[in-house]
């Protein structure tokens, strides 16, 4: 890890819109170190595009997603994303974990070593030669959690990872996004799940209709939030939770 | 006709020489060009898959329409660069089996891309996102996915292989037709059916069937057993 940090990252008053529809609108936020952000809101809120701007798969059509660090190689290189739904290239389990190692400029002869050693942070071990398209969901989300470890990102971006997930398996996954929080990485997760939200968080970000209603610690959100809109959206969603 | 038949199956299993020459050469050629068109033409269709940049419909509808590219013009054009006159006169490429490689290179170069950039193109939505975040763009992320779509892309190399082993009109053109030398299973059938040999062009015409279904089916198992283990 080179000296300085690519965090804080600081959003000013951005908007993404799609069609003149904006779907983020006039977002301004800090997300620092420490403390594991959970982005909460209903489904169309806009958590995963907000995501997505975050992490540099969208450009914004006004305002400013800025990192504390100016070299683009090596924000893209510190920062790692997991979705909702992983996606594997047809090769073993190992090889799309050396795959990123490859991308990150990893030198050649550490990169077995290191594919091995994430693939058995997240209990894959003895899959690691299986192809990785053949894999159960849950395991291959754990894969997409291994590629990201591997690569021991400063932050990881994950959109909804246990939303089409069993609850073995999103315990699993629970598991090792807490293992990557202890390991000091900078947790941004998007979710819909408020049981998730409080397991996971420290903090929550509650967007609606595009825009940020609310940002304040994870206790005091569920217990007193200080918005009706997010009473409204804890009330509605807990039976479900 | 059956006499027909019979003679021309008599003189494919009596390992006619004349005739397995033609057969040898045939293949020579055209494997050499898919070998060739598709090292170029898939990172091609790749690149403008997965490639953002201005003018890439048009580039898109000028391959598409590439693909219907007459063999016989495609031999003209060859001829006139290679022949004595022509910018690479020099190199006496023309009337050779190399001539030939080129000429089906050029005619089956559009065919490769353009399938492979249409096929590549619904793979890139759902690896887009994917291999950005890990970092992989532009030349990287375009040979990436023909890597990993490459049990789809073995269709699309067929399809280039039955144009090339299929044409006469380039073949002709550029390699003359020249016996021992340049003549091909094609260019064979043509002449020998105007010349009145039937038996050797029905012989011919077995064997490239014969070969055309057996490259096709062992292509179909390869990518079935693949697909099945690699998901």
Redesign the interface.
């Known amino acids: 890890m080179s000296a300085g940090a690519i965090l804080p990252l600081r959003l000013e008053d951005v908007v993404y819109a799609a069609r003149g529809d904006p779907i983020i609108n006039s977002v301004s936020l800090e997300i620092g170190a420490g403390p594991s952000t959970i982005i909460l809101g209903a489904n169309g809120a806009g958590k995963s595009v907000l995501m997505r701007l975050m992490h540099g798969l969208l450009a914004p059509t006004a305002g400013r997603v800025a990192w504390n660090e100016s070299d683009p190689r090596s924000v893209r290189r510190r920062q790692a994303m997991v979705f909702q739904r992983p996606v594997m290239l047809r090769r073993s389990a190992l090889a799309n974990v050396v795959y990123a190692l490859a991308l990150a400029r990893v030198p050649a002869a550490e990169r077995h070593r290191q594919a091995l050693e994430a693939l058995g942070e997240v209990g894959l071990r003895h899959l690691a030669h299986r192809p990785a398209r053949v894999l159960s969901g849950g395991e291959q989300q754990r894969l997409a959690l291994a590629r990201a470890w591997a690569l021991h990102p400063e932050v990881l971006f994950l959109d909804e990872p246990t939303a089409s997930l069993d609850p073995g398996a999103t315990r699993e996954v629970e598991t090792i996004i807490k293992a990557f929080d202890a390991a000091g990485t900078k947790i941004v997760m998007a979710t819909h799940n408020l049981g998730q939200a409080r397991r996971l968080g420290d903090e929550v970000i509650y967007l609606q209709a595009g825009r940020m209603i609310e940002r304040s610690p994870v206790e005091r959100f569920f217990l007193q939030p200080a918005t009706p809109e997010a009473a409204a959206f804890i009330k509605g969603e807990l039976p479900w939770a | 006709m059956l006499a027909v038949i019979e003679e021309g199956l008599r003189r494919v299993f009596a390992l006619d020489f004349e005739l397995w020459n033609i057969v040898f050469l045939s293949l020579e050629v055209s494997l050499s060009a898919v070998l060739i068109a598709s090292l170029l033409g898939l990172p091609l269709g790749a690149m403008i898959a997965v490639g953002r940049f201005p003018g890439r419909q048009a580039v898109i509808v000028v391959l598409n329409a590439l693909m219907g590219l007459p063999p016989v013009v495609v031999g003209l054009l060859v001829y006139l660069l290679l022949s004595r006159a022509g910018p690479l006169g020099p190199l006496g490429l023309l009337f050779t089996p190399t001539a030939m490689v080129i000429a089906q290179t050029v005619l089956i170069l559009p065919i490769i891309a353009a399938l492979s950039r249409q096929a590549l193109e619904d793979a890139w939505r759902?690896?887009r996102?994917?291999?950005?975040?890990?970092?992989?763009e532009g030349l990287?992320a375009a040979l990436?996915l023909v890597?990993?779509a490459?049990?789809a892309l073995v269709t699309t190399v067929l399809a280039g292989l039955g144009r090339a082993s299929a044409e006469v009109g380039a073949v002709m053109i550029v390699g003359g037709n020249i016996d021992g030398v340049t003549r091909v299973m094609t260019t064979a059938i043509a002449l020998e059916t105007s010349k009145g040999d039937l038996p050797l062009a029905l012989g011919l015409g077995f064997v490239l069937l014969t070969i055309v279904l057996a490259l096709n089916t062992a292509a179909q198992l390869v990518k079935e057993a693949a697909m099945r283990?690699?998901?």
């Open positions: 759902e690896y996102e994917q291999l950005r975040s890990l970092g992989a990287r990436t890597w990993d490459r049990f283990r690699y998901g």
